[in-house]
């Protein structure tokens, strides 16, 4: 029997942030697609949709009309999964039905004014300006005494659920700290107690040692496949400087952190020749008061894409019972998001 | 303020099987729905479709023929997940870099020899021969020394990346217990060192007292949307005795196991007058050769449409950043397909 090899045995990988383990098969990568086509989105967009809910100066569902916003334009979610006053209310019988009333609050985050832009269409500047909302709205939301976690992400395309191609991402934050957050949290705390340096400061420097790994890097930011990635081109991106949360990033850090989130998506776009499909967002401190020094901020980027703008990963039967799984290894993720061009492709057309 | 209700207002219920907590918003069922709607799967398909590499006497991707069942029909997976020959293999670099080769078989079970057909529309005894294959597999699988879990399931629809419309399932059997069945050990493992009984028998007992959450019951199995369900129309399967895994029903309980799933997925079909999709699968006691007295055999079945044929929940940005995230209540969920009827919507034309 040959010897071991990642790149041709199936094997399963640890995920050190939420303790758990996936399936890799990379053998599998041969197996023909007879399943369900995605339909890429080729819609030629105009700058301002007047039929758009988050179009500058247009009016929502609750009625208003949204400002004429030139940079980015936050409300509250007309439709928020979570609400500012709900009642007190627990429930526990047997320890078998167990249920907390939750409050917390949903925010909208317009990107841009422009209906016709994406993330890797718009400007470093205009990025950076995106993140400066995320850091003034962890700030205040995190500053609420009855909200211990804030929740920023971005569901990108229709295929993530996205309802309104209108770049825009969201904000849930909450009384309780939800499941992968609390995950992360106990993983990262029980690695700071051991080792005493953030989990994943000594997974960078591991990552950095080979690049085997890593997408694309600046000064401040570098952009891997986690070695346990469940997506098939999932990425982690990371501050080289250990910060809690978003709020401790400088100036140039908030710059930088904007340019790697353009070169990176750019590089997603070029993959396909698409607009391509995510669900990414931030992962930060508990907001709860407490230090938590142990804590590394990070984003995460879960795309579903598999071979081709129409051929996607699904995460169903084994993955919904059993676990996650994947068919290409990490590290040809990584290769192939490497090697891609940082000019998107429209721009060359 | 009003007085805390589970129907109106945010609230997290505990998964116990789990150990997890997942977030409910009934509120939010009101939200419109502008973005993707899907394909709901109308083909009128031929009892026999000679392209079919899962018809009887057709040729597969391996070249082998199939013979001409005429009940159900195993084989090895031509692109299975895993494999039965993987040389041992170990990495571990400080704890950051973890992974385990991974050995295992993957297997499909065609479930009639009628292309045109579906679960809900076979009848009780041919439905009967499916529940003997998984009982007959998962002896034959269980006691190989290698395999200590056995994860039998089907993906159902395209929409759940179900790549032929032949009615069939799989099955991984794998030497580490994934995921989700290792959680669900511990959690029962807990409960029973505390309780003396099955975390699954006490919780049985609690939902017949009300039958709030009751979809269906024989004398032998009861369906239920638990109270902790994630997806709109989720479900599991119980038998009223407790069993370990399939192997332990008797006669009687078998068929009552093929009537229950009958009249389950015709009320499904009926939801929302469509093939219906879903992934759903056995959780049973690993196969390491421990007694496991804890484990209490059942099915789930998760199925994604929310509202139509056409509008899915998608499981994406929050979901998959923080936790689980429901709109509807399981109460609600369970009495729509508890008011449903139990002929088949097509028979009825
Ligand atoms: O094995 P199939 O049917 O080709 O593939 C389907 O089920 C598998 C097991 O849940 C998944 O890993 C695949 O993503 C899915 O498309
Ligand atoms: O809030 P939206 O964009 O209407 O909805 C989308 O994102 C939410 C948060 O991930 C999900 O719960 C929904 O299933 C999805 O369709």
């Known amino acids: 029997m040959a010897e071991f090899n990642f790149n041709d045995h199936p094997h399963r990988r640890f995920n050190p ?3 758990e383990w996936m399936l890799v098969s990379p053998q599998r ?3 023909p697609w007879q399943g369900q086509q995605e339909e890429p989105d080729r819609a030629e967009r105009p700058a301002y949709d007047p039929t758009c809910y988050l179009c500058p100066g247009n009016v929502r569902a609750n009625g208003e009309h949204n400002p004429q916003y030139t940079g980015t334009f936050v409300f509250d979610n007309d439709f928020a999964a979570l609400q500012a006053d709900v009642p007190a209310g627990d429930l526990n019988v047997e320890g ?7 409050s917390g609050v949903g925010r909208v985050i317009c990107f841009s004014p422009r209906h016709d ?3 890797p269409e718009m400007s470093v500047e ?3 300006g995106v993140v400066d909302v995320w850091v003034e709205q962890f700030q205040e939301l995190g500053a609420q005494p009855d909200i211990n976690y804030v929740q920023i992400f971005e569901n990108k395309g229709f295929m993530m659920g996205c309802s309104n191609p209108h770049p825009h991402g969201q904000i849930w934050a909450q009384r309780h700290v939800p499941g992968d957050p609390a995950k992360e949290t106990v993983q990262q705390e029980a690695y700071y107690r051991e080792h005493g340096k953030t989990l994943l400061a000594d997974y960078l420097a591991l990552e950095l040692r080979t690049k085997e790994r890593v997408v694309v890097e600046n000064d401040h930011f570098v952009v891997l496949v986690p070695f346990w990635a469940a997506w ?3 990425t982690l991106v990371l501050p080289r400087r250990v910060v809690q949360d978003i709020t401790q990033l400088s100036d140039e850090e908030r710059t930088a952190f904007a340019d790697i989130i353009r070169r990176l998506t750019i590089r997603y776009d070029n993959l396909f020749q698409t607009s391509f499909p995510y669900s990414a967002g931030l992962h930060q401190r508990p907001t709860d008061g407490q230090e938590h020094e142990s804590w590394h901020l990070h984003m995460h980027f ?12 699904f995460m169903v039967g084994y993955e919904l019972l059993a676990e996650a799984q994947r068919d290409i290894t990490a590290e040809y993720a990584a290769q192939r998001l490497r090697e891609l061009p940082e000019v998107h492709y429209k721009a060359k057309l």
Chains 1, 2 share one sequence.
């Open 96 to 102: 078998l039905l167990q249920a907390k009333a939750e």
């Open 17 to 19: 942030l939420l303790g």
């Open 126 to 128: 205009a990025i950076r």
């Open 29 to 31: 990568s041969k197996r």
């Open 117 to 119: 832009l994406t993330l």
């Open 232 to 234: 098939p081109y999932e």
């Open 302 to 313: 879960y795309p579903p894409l598999l071979r081709s703008a129409t051929v996607r990963k």
